[in-house]
């Protein structure tokens, strides 16, 4: 969940629950306060019908006038002053109205009455509904500039933010051009710009000065080697019969260093994505060259080969296609079984290559690691690691298998990466 998405579902649920409870306090408070107002109402008749029965010694008359009535009843009990609100039913609409009364003991002449004084109370439910009413557009009214405010002010406070996500996402450490962040009216934005900008610079600078020593490294390794080649041929053209052995041992081990210096320079490429040109690939046309390519290998070692390829083009680097193809070609043939198969099937979404062979000698979900290689295997133990890297800079999935003697190797493209001629 997005962090704006997660404030504006905290913030109108806060504002929600406070703002119900302030309303409903809001209400309880009004609705206290106006029934107070009645009671003093009350207690100011009651006074006035004591005053009457000291002066007079006689009860007042009954009345109901204009909302207010007075009762008088004689008990028998002792009667407890209180007040009390109740549904009283109206004599002319016959309609049930709410009354606030209070009732209270009054003593004429040695006898004892329960005098009942009533108030309306319709008028003061009323005002309460309207207060209600009220508080509930406000409520809501404050709910809609909440949303509001988080919809639009809140995102176009956080776009500084955003255009710096962004361009993270889109930087690459091979690009010369330096990162440009534009400048914020919130200093919290500006301190990471500034941060992040010094943190390109730096990751930057650090990956020229490694790909300038891979480079040079590698450059400068080329040139003894190629010596060393040279120099051995001559040897080994007049050599003796015991030192061609030895020499011809040294030869293999160079050779063996040279391809070695050459795939980890490539995985170095490839890790840093120096090859980002994407274009259409024929993959079924890079098959069926590097087929006619490795034919005599095949032919050699008797293997027979079953294709079924779909006439697909992918997009991704020409280069990196040819040495993924090239790879898993050389690596099924390489350690496959004398008189053994190769099948490969291409399909719109994926690779399968499966090749006859021995099962490994070591945990195959390392099988794609660098240097992981059999016991007897004379390679530098880099070509399904090669095979990973350029999967993962291409966005493919890629799985190994081994059943019935059979190993697979699988990519899979997506439906977005591949198409159909």
């Not at 040139?223 to 040897?235: G, H, Q, R």
């Not at 080969?305 to 020409?318: E, F, G, H, P, Q």
């Not at 070609?329 to 079984?337: E, R, S, V």
Request: glycine share 4%; charged share 20%.
């Amino acid at each position: 969940m997005k962090m704006l998405s997660r404030y504006n579902r905290v913030n109108i649920l806060t504002a929600f629950f406070v703002l119900l409870i302030c309303s409903l306090s809001y209400y309880f408070i009004i609705r206290n306060i106006l029934i107070q107002q009645i009671d003093k109402d009350l207690q100011v008749e009651e006074q006035e019908i004591k005053d009457y029965v000291t002066n007079n010694n006689t009860l007042p008359k009954e009345s109901s006038y204009k909302g207010q009535e007075i009762h008088f009843k004689r008990s028998g009990q002792a009667v407890l002053r209180h007040f009390e609100s109740t549904l009283s039913t109206d004599s002319l609409s016959n309609e049930n109205k709410s009354i606030r009364q209070l009732l209270f003991p009054v003593t004429v002449s040695g006898i004892l009455y329960k005098a009942t004084v009533i108030k309306s109370q319709t008028q003061a439910e009323d005002l309460i509904q309207l207060i209600f009413v009220v508080t509930a557009g406000i409520f809501m009214l404050l709910l809609l500039v909440i949303a509001f405010i988080n919809r639009f002010i809140l995102v176009k406070l956080w776009q500084p933010f955003y255009s710096t996500l962004q361009k993270l996402t889109s930087f690459t450490v091979n690009d010369a051009q330096p990162m440009h962040l534009a400048t914020s009216n919130v200093d919290e934005f500006n301190e990471l710009n500034h941060s992040v900008t010094k943190m390109t610079e730096r990751v930057s600078n650090e990956f020229n000065n490694l790909k300038s020593f891979t480079e040079n490294a590698s450059h400068e390794m080329q040139t003894p080697l190629a010596v060393i080649n040279s120099k051995l041929d001559l040897l080994i053209q007049h050599s003796h019969e015991g030192q061609g052995e030895q020499l011809q041992a040294i030869y293999d081990s160079v050779r063996r260093l040279n391809k070695l210096n050459q795939t980890l320079l490539l995985l170095t490429k490839i890790d840093n994505r120096l090859y980002n040109l994407s274009e259409e690939v024929d993959l079924k046309k890079l098959l069926e060259e590097k087929f006619v390519q490795l034919e005599e290998l095949v032919q050699a070692r008797h293997i027979t080969v079953t294709k079924s390829l779909a006439d697909i083009r992918i997009l991704m680097n020409y280069d990196l296609a040819e040495i993924l193809i090239n790879n898993l070609l050389n690596n099924a043939i390489k350690h496959n079984t004398t008189g053994g198969t190769i099948q490969c099937i291409l399909w719109d979404d994926g690779f399968r290559i499966t090749n006859t062979g021995g099962q490994l000698t070591f945990n195959e979900t390392a099988i794609f690691e660098r240097f992981q290689k059999g016991a007897s295997s004379d390679g530098t133990g880099l070509g399904l690691a090669v095979v990973k890297q350029i999967c993962l800079s291409s966005n493919f999935k890629v799985a190994y298998s081994y059943k019935d003697q059979l190993h697979t190797i699988e990519l899979l493209f997506g439906s977005h990466q591949a198409f159909i001629n």
